[in-house]
């Protein structure tokens, strides 16, 4: 038979009152409780002399419970007797809380009773009597069950109840009287209780308590952290979100919960995401994140470990900025709770301690592939730029909210007001940020197109993206269909392309100017339920915000934008709109240029971007490079003058279509949409449509003034006149505002013999050519860095880096063979996203750049880059020789017998054929040829062809030799082509095989055989 716990104790009560006068412990009962033979926990005859004053360290819901208890009773009985515990009896704590507090109900209410209720007697207090004898039931039977967390979940409920009482509730005089007011002074302890009393594997200690600060974790999270395995995000350290979790767990926890799922699922309170922390909250739950470890659960070799990984942190922070330092946490931490390290057959916790630079580079080029470096601030934040975003892709999810747990119910979550009624919101919305929608109209000013009211406030967090700004623009009224006012005067144009002749040629520009170029953008939307699509300005806008601001405010007031307008002003007129994100790049120089990102969204089919529209073929232009420049300059025979032109805001002068309007807006930085009447610089169709303008400008100046020629370069234009021409440059300044097109100033020079074009400076008198001062010495701090040990670079460091050395290349172009392993590098780059180590051949290439960047003439003559013929021919054979021929002049030389004896690598006839080249530069040298030319040699092997053209090889000893080739050729200001020659036509074939018949030695030139070879050839006189 089995006995009800409660009802035993229940009975045990009864039996208390009938004889309030305690029985002493240790002397033997006349009439002791019965027990049945099966109950193995005995029950005392009167459990109120056993009730247990310690608190528990290890349970802090029990402790308060016991407090709580005893605060609230007045036990009119001896404290010593209370003390006491009879022998043997292990489980006496257990039963002796219970009957404290079933002391503290009402009357005969006592959990478990029989007694059955008369329901005309129910009442408010009888009902709440009724609750805590339901709660304190299901507490007793989870805590014979051994579910302690459930117990104290419901002793916790108990307790809440119980403090609602508010009056003395008396009983009979032999009843228990619950007191809520004053509380009761504690008396001295008894000396019984200074030992320590143990209860089901749980332990209670007089004086041994919480601090008063101390918080707590779920169930779920406290087992988590005390076997330091599975998920522990760092925001659960929060002190207000542990309190607000308890609460949640305490209302909603699942009434049912399978073995399989037991432990294995969170059913608490929402996370917040560590993904979405700001610095600020990043710092503070770190370092509760090491208090709690050190403090609450005991391990100070992790906090130690915790605070070393904090600093690796925060010294990747001051690096590369916030993002790079909280993808270096979270991934650390993940990986060192997600499984254990087994060293030695024993398994570890990971030493999160010690430094991970591949982690810390993934991080790294994660976030310089998102443009996250530098920030200060976690642009996924809630209020951020990048808030909804995911952060492992820096791409909008399409997802409603990736970043974010979901959210729960009694949990407040951000939200954004609602477009109204009369607008839709498209579906494409979780594309945009909450300012892409609609503005919700709130009183009169909202009526009025006027923005809503914010707060003011702009703290750690704020981002002009979102709200605030520079100077706030009221929004304007609705757009009109009114002409744009002409920037560039088209009949003026139209007149003089008419005097020139030109107005055939130039048709298109004349109704470009008139009605706008078209930008080759279709008519097109994104479905009929979408209105419009206006994703935020990027993240790198925020570093050119002022110019970006300044030139918006310029480009309103002269007319060329109309704005800024709301989303649903502009729907009145447009079918669909769309704007494109603003950014920022920079420069070479350091300058930051804004930009207008028309290709975005990328690799986007369900929204295609305004570029991918657009053919590229269909907007081609002419460019009048490096190599036309110097091209005509070398050939000029009289002397001329140079000036420079700059249109200023080139793009911003040469109107856009209006059907093209609609696809070309931009979103300030207040949210507000503003219509772009000009060409964007970003777009595919944006140098050929300023070209075709831009070269009927350069034919009115020829046309109209006394000059050579114009190059043209995008908007710069390098004029050229004869020395005793009358023409200046202000005639042409004037000339040109009359028709519309203003010039820069700050790029504006007179004629003069020296101009810089095009990146580099010309002299027109000297016909030379070279870098600007403070070119050289960047591109070698450049050089420098790359050739810095240990060091890994992003594919955009490396790619920067070809096309400056490209761009040098023009001056000495002997270095262009050393971009080959540049170039084969990035090919080879499969992850662009990875930072790769500096290879081998490249890092010999670099090394040649740098050398030469250090030793050669920084001014050269200009070069023709046409090949010039001079009839050289060149020859090896390992029978005799090497023979050369320029022109009617010859050289012949003689292998030694050990010729090719020596240390490695091993001569060969390739490495003789090479060698040809070099002892003929020597013997151009002698006839002192003019710097400046491109010559051709003649060879009848394919193998010396092709070296001559890659001025590489896989042959050691002839890539040595091209080495000392390509000095020669930078010391002598020369270049060299190969042309290929059948022997029979090859004169300097008799010559390698040691036959001079037909040769006059009046034109043998000496050649002074270069120290290294000495030992192998020497030149053959007679």
Not at 28 to 47: L, M
Not at 439 to 463: I, T, V
Not at 861 to 889: K, L, V
Request: charged share 25%; with cysteine; glycine share 6%.
């Amino acid at each position: 038979m089995t006995i009800d716990p409660l009802q035993a104790i229940s009975d045990s009560l009864s039996q208390s009152t009938q004889n309030p006068t305690p029985s002493n412990p240790n002397t033997s009962s006349s009439n002791p409780a019965t027990v049945p033979s099966n109950t193995s926990t005995p029950i005392p005859k009167n459990p109120s002399n056993l009730i247990p004053s310690a608190p528990s360290k290890t349970n802090p819901t029990q402790k308060g419970t016991e407090a709580r208890t005893q605060n609230h009773t007045h036990l009119n009985l001896n404290r010593k007797d209370n003390g006491s515990t009879p022998k043997g009896s292990a489980a006496a704590p257990k039963v002796s809380k219970t009957a404290t507090i079933l002391n503290t109900e009402i009357g005969k209410s006592i959990v478990g009773s029989q007694e059955p209720q008369d329901p005309k007697s129910a009442d408010p207090i009888q009902q709440k009597a009724k609750a805590r004898s339901m709660l304190l039931a299901k507490a007793i039977k989870a805590q014979e069950d051994g579910d302690d967390e459930r117990a104290d979940r419901f002793f916790a409920m108990h307790d809440t109840l119980l403090k609602e009482e508010t009056l003395v509730v008396s009983q009979n005089d032999h009843k228990i009287q619950v007191l809520t007011s004053p509380p009761v002074v504690p008396q001295k302890r008894p000396i019984a209780a200074e030992g320590t009393i143990e209860s089901k594997g749980i332990k209670f200690k007089w004086g041994i308590s919480n601090s008063h600060d101390d918080g707590g974790f779920t169930p779920y999270f406290h087992k988590n952290i005390s076997e330091l395995k599975g998920p522990i995000p760092l925001t659960i350290f929060n002190k207000k979100w542990q309190e607000e979790a308890l609460s949640y767990h305490s209302r909603n926890r699942p009434k049912e919960e399978s073995s399989a799922e037991k432990g294995l699922r969170y059913h608490g309170l929402a996370v917040p995401d560590e993904w979405t922390q700001s610095f600020a909250d990043w710092t503070l739950n770190h370092r509760c994140f090491y208090e709690t470890m050190k403090n609450r659960y005991n391990f100070p070799r992790l906090a130690e470990w915790i605070l070393l990984h904090k600093d690796n942190c925060d010294k990747l922070h001051r690096k590369h900025g916030f993002m790079v330092a909280l993808r270096y946490d979270i991934r650390i931490r993940n990986n060192a709770f997600a499984f254990r390290v087994e060293h030695d057959g024993e398994e570890f916790v990971s030493d999160i301690s010690e430094y991970k630079p591949e982690t810390a580079d993934d991080a790294h080029s994660e976030e310089r592939n998102f443009n996250e470096l530098g920030l200060r601030e976690n642009p996924y934040a809630v209020g951020g730029p990048r808030y909804g975003w995911d952060p492992h892709s820096g791409q909008r999810n399409t997802k409603s909210n990736p970043t974010a747990t979901q959210s729960t119910k009694g949990t407040s979550q951000p939200t954004t007001n609602p477009p109204s009624s009369s607008t839709p919101q498209p579906p494409f919305a979780h594309l945009q940020t909450p300012n892409s929608l609609p503005m919700r109209p709130s009183g009169p000013d909202q009526a009025q197109g006027k923005p809503q009211r914010s707060s003011g406030y702009k703290g750690k967090n704020y981002n002009p993206n979102h709200g605030g700004g520079y100077k706030r623009r009221d929004y304007q009224q609705e757009p009109s269909n009114d002409e744009l006012p002409e920037v560039v005067e088209s009949a003026k144009w139209q007149k003089a392309l008419e005097t020139a002749g030109l107005t055939e040629k130039y048709a298109d520009v004349i109704h470009g100017l008139k009605f706008g170029f078209d930008q080759g953008i279709p008519n097109h939307d994104l479905g009929p339920s979408i209105p419009y699509f206006t994703p935020p300005n990027h993240q790198s806008a925020l570093l050119a915000q002022e110019k970006i601001e300044s030139s918006i405010s310029k480009e309103i007031e002269a007319g060329r934008m109309y704005g800024p307008y709301t989303h649903a002003q502009l729907m009145k007129k447009y079918s669909f709109f769309r704007s494109n994100p603003l950014g920022a790049v920079v420069n070479g120089d350091g300058t930051v240029r804004p930009i207008n990102d028309l290709s975005f969204p990328h690799d986007n089919l369900q929204v295609p971007s305004v570029n991918s529209f657009v053919d590229k073929l269909d907007y081609v232009t002419t460019w009048d490079d490096f190599e036309r420049v110097s091209r005509f300059l070398r050939n000029q025979e009289e002397p001329i003058l140079l000036a420079l032109f700059d249109w200023e805001k080139a793009y911003r002068q040469i109107p856009t279509a209006k059907s093209q309007w609609a696809y070309l807006m931009v979103r300030d930085f207040n949210g507000g949409i503003l219509i772009d009447t000009r060409i964007a610089f970003g777009g595919v169709a944006g140098c050929g449509s300023f070209g075709r303008p831009a070269d009927a400008w350069k034919d009115l100046m020829l046309h109209e003034f006394d000059l050579i020629t114009v190059f043209r370069w995008v908007d710069d234009n390098l004029f050229i006149k004869r020395q005793d021409s009358t023409v200046d440059m202000e005639q042409i300044v004037a000339r040109s505002e009359e028709l519309g097109v203003k010039t820069n100033s700050t790029k504006y020079s007179p004629f003069k013999e020296e101009q810089k074009y095009i990146g580099f400076i010309w002299n027109a008198a000297k016909k030379t050519v070279r870098l600007p001062d403070d070119k050289k010495f960047q591109r070698i701090q450049q050089i420098k860095q790359f050739l810095a040990p240990e060091t890994v670079f992003s594919f955009k460091q490396v790619e920067i880096m070809a096309g400056r050395l490209n761009h040098v290349s023009y001056l000495l172009p002997q270095l262009r063979c050393y971009l080959n392993s540049l170039y084969r590098w990035m090919n080879a780059w499969v992850f662009r996203h990875i930072e790769l180590a500096l290879p081998a051949d490249a890092r010999q290439d670099l090394e040649e750049w740098l050398t030469t960047l250090l030793c050669f003439k920084e001014t050269r003559m200009i070069r023709n880059p046409d090949p010039t013929e001079i009839g050289w021919m060149g020859d090896a054979s390992t029978s005799y020789g090497i023979g050369i021929t320029i022109g009617q002049h010859w050289a012949q030389f003689q292998l030694t017998k050990h010729w090719d004896q020596g240390p490695e690598p091993k001569r060969d006839i390739a490495w003789l054929e090479t060698v040809a080249i070099r002892l003929g530069i020597l013997a151009l040298k002698q006839l002192k040829i003019r710097p400046g030319k491109t010559l051709i040699v003649w060879t009848d092997n394919t193998t010396t062809e092709s070296v001559i053209s890659k001025r590489k090889s896989k042959n050691e000893a002839v890539n040595n030799e091209w080495k000392v080739i390509q000095k020669l050729l930078v010391e002598e200001e020369i270049d060299i082509v190969s042309r290929r020659v059948t022997s029979q036509n090859n004169v300097a074939d008799a010559l390698s095989r040691g036959d001079r018949s037909g040769k006059d030695v009046r034109f043998q030139i000496p050649v002074v055989v270069p120290y290294d070879l000495e030992l192998r050839l020497y030149q053959s006189y007679c």
